[in-house]
T-cell receptor, first 112, second 114 residues
Framework: EPEVTQTPSHQVTQMGQEVILRCVPI?????FYWYRQILGQKVEFLVS????????KSEIFDDQFSVERPDGSNFTLKIRSTKLEDSAMYFC??????????FGQGTRLTVV | GDSVTQMEGPVTLSEEAFLTINCTYT??????LFWYVQYPGEGLQLLLK?????DKGSNKGFEATYRKETTSFHLEKGSVQVSDSAVYFC?????????????FGQGTTLQVKP
């Protein structure tokens, strides 16, 4: 089965610090997504990325967030100045049109 | 906008019991419907899917039928095992948008006791 890889698996950071979460999506997929799951809550859409630019973003995805595909394979989510409420599980997803999305194992971000 | 509603958990069952987790949706387009499972400490895995009305998705003994008339996609399993303990998420994707974006329900925790 195709695999989406995320690193790190767990990141602890101090409030106000920048973090970069990394994802290696499935190589021939066109869309890439980031989702967030605050502990015990639903999985929420953050942003979708297509053809090297953001195609859609949610209201959660404010100016503190950015996404890039710096080298044509990795897909990164950057949080510029982390807040306590950014603590969550962050999932990268690599879907095909109208079929299932393949999810990475997630990065657990803890902001202290 | 589109949304998904699942029954609240946790659902606690004994091994070999029958499972139903209710899921209903609201969508203006023509959604594909999915069930994802999250085992403790792991990511999201696709359990099953259905892409049009009356389709039945099935996998690992789990089934769900796409019911357009009741806008539902209830998950069922005839005999649960301890290893089925996990969080189950119902989700939809609007096929018209063709982007694969998923909208999730709030998740239902299943605990199966031996």
């Amino acid at each position: 089965e195709p695999e989406v890889t995320q690193t790190p698996s767990h990141q602890v950071t101090q409030m106000g610090q920048e973090v970069i979460l990394r994802c290696v999506p499935i190589s021939n997929h066109l869309y890439f997504y980031w989702y967030r799951q605050i502990l015990g809550q639903k999985v929420e859409f953050l942003v979708s990325f297509y053809n090297n630019e953001i195609s859609e973003k949610s209201e959660i995805f404010d100016d503190q967030f950015s996404v890039e595909r710096p080298d044509g394979s990795n897909f990164t989510l950057k949080i510029r100045s982390t807040k306590l409420e950014d603590s969550a599980m962050y999932f990268c997803a690599s879907p095909q049109a109208n079929t299932e999305a393949f999810f990475g194992q997630g990065t657990r971000l803890t902001v202290v | 906008g589109d949304s998904v509603t699942q029954m609240e958990g946790p659902v606690t069952l004994s091994e070999e019991a029958f499972l139903t987790i209710n899921c209903t949706y609201t969508a203006t387009g023509y959604p594909s419907l999915f069930w994802y499972v999250q085992y403790p400490g792991e990511g999201l895995q696709l359990l099953l899917k259905a892409t049009k009305a009356d389709d039945k998705g099935s996998n690992k003994g789990f089934e769900a039928t796409y019911r357009k008339e009741t806008t539902s996609f209830h998950l069922e399993k005839g005999s649960v095992q301890v290893s089925d303990s996990a969080v189950y998420f119902c989700a939809l994707s609007d096929r018209r948008s063709n982007t694969g974006k998923l909208i999730f329900g709030q998740g239902t925790t299943l605990q199966v006791k031996p």
